[in-house]
């Protein structure tokens, strides 16, 4: 059983941060990539930003590119998302999710096995 625990999210306003984590726990489970979606009530999951943990390589949606930024965290199976300069576009539910495969297109929810239950930005004008 894999499990993604988020923390993090939270109330600002615009032009603030906020720091998002996320931990995969499971005894075996080792993933190759993680990564950040987000949906908002009108809108499907989309992808934000992922990391693949091989090369580090790391992958950005256009609209937060230079703002955002994944990293890996300290413990294995981490990653932490560090948003700057929030817009109140940018509020919506930030899902973590993760895969233990290779070869995948990150920007693609259907390429992740393991999410997490979702954390809520909110980013006030």
């Known amino acids: 059983q894999v499990q993604l625990v988020e923390s993090g999210g939270g109330l600002v306003q615009a032009g603030a941060s906020l720091r998002l984590s996320c931990a995969a726990s499971?005894?075996?489970?080792?993933?190759?990539?993680m990564g950040w979606f987000r949906q908002t009530s009108v809108q499907e999951r989309k992808f934000a930003v992922a990391?693949?943990?091989?090369?580090?390589?790391?992958y950005y949606t256009d609209s937060v590119r230079g703002r955002f930024s994944i990293s890996r965290g300290n413990a294995s199976n981490t990653v932490v998302l560090q948003m700057n300069s929030l817009k109140p576009e940018d509020t919506a539910v930030y899902y973590c999710?993760?895969?233990?495969?290779?070869?995948?297109?990150?920007?693609?929810?259907?390429?992740?096995?393991?999410w997490g239950q979702g954390t809520q930005v909110t980013v006030s004008s």
């Open positions: 999710a993760a895969v233990d495969k290779y070869y995948i297109n990150y920007h693609l929810p259907s390429a992740y096995d393991y």
């Open positions: 990391i693949r943990f091989e090369d580090d390589s790391t």
């Open positions: 499971g005894r075996t489970f080792r993933s190759t990539a």
